[in-house]
């Protein structure tokens, strides 16, 4: 990738670039095994690549150079590219993230760390290829996996699926209104809706809804205690 983008480029020392590039993640393994959270894998990288570097007989001006661009590729850092070939290797790493794949990954690594996916920064990411139909593959699959991921419509219990989720952020996103109109539309036994009263409380006033007659039968005996 990074060579890819050096082409159109003039006046890029490769031997950096592809330095930078083949060892830009060296220290990845070291920081996946941290439980503290302290390493990050751009520094130490750079410092791993310098004692490499030297044992090949690199000039300090190229040693300084390459660990420059490991420093500077991680976007988290903060660390902004100031030479041509950092400023390469930073856009090949952030494009290697644009695939499904990447951004499964993506999704992988926020979660392992506890990390927020702030809509901004998914949005920069993604916006190369927004919007165009030989794409939309891409997220229609990313949109499966993510309701796969959830549980959603697995017929599980509530408490092993991503509605739990969503509802805590419904009912914290409309905290302050003083009530709340739900429906249960295919309520089945009526799990999610013991669910909702559990959520919303006394504010939510709970329309139930269950075609089967034979289901609604055991609906009202669950639900028939709990004043929906």
Known sequence: MCLHLAKDESEVDLDILKTSALLHDIARAKEDKDDSGNIDHAILGAEMAEN???DFG???DKIEAVKHC???HRFRSGNEPKIKEAKILFD????DVIGSIGIARSFMIAGQYGEKMFIKIIKKLISP?????KFQKIFEALNQLSLIG????????????????????INKHFKSLSKIILFDVGANVGHYSILLKEIFGE???????EPSAKTFQKLQLNVGGTAL
């Open 70 to 72: 490991i420093i500077t």
């Open 52 to 54: 490499i570097l030297k």
């Open 150 to 169: 959830m549980n959603i419509g697995g017929g599980s219990d509530p408490e092993d699926s991503g509605e739990r989720s969503a509802l805590d952020y």
């Open 129 to 133: 290829i927004s919007g165009k139909r």
């Open 58 to 60: 690199y000039s300090n």
């Open 203 to 209: 504010k939510a006033e709970i329309h139930v809804f």
């Open 92 to 95: 090949a790493d952030k494009l």
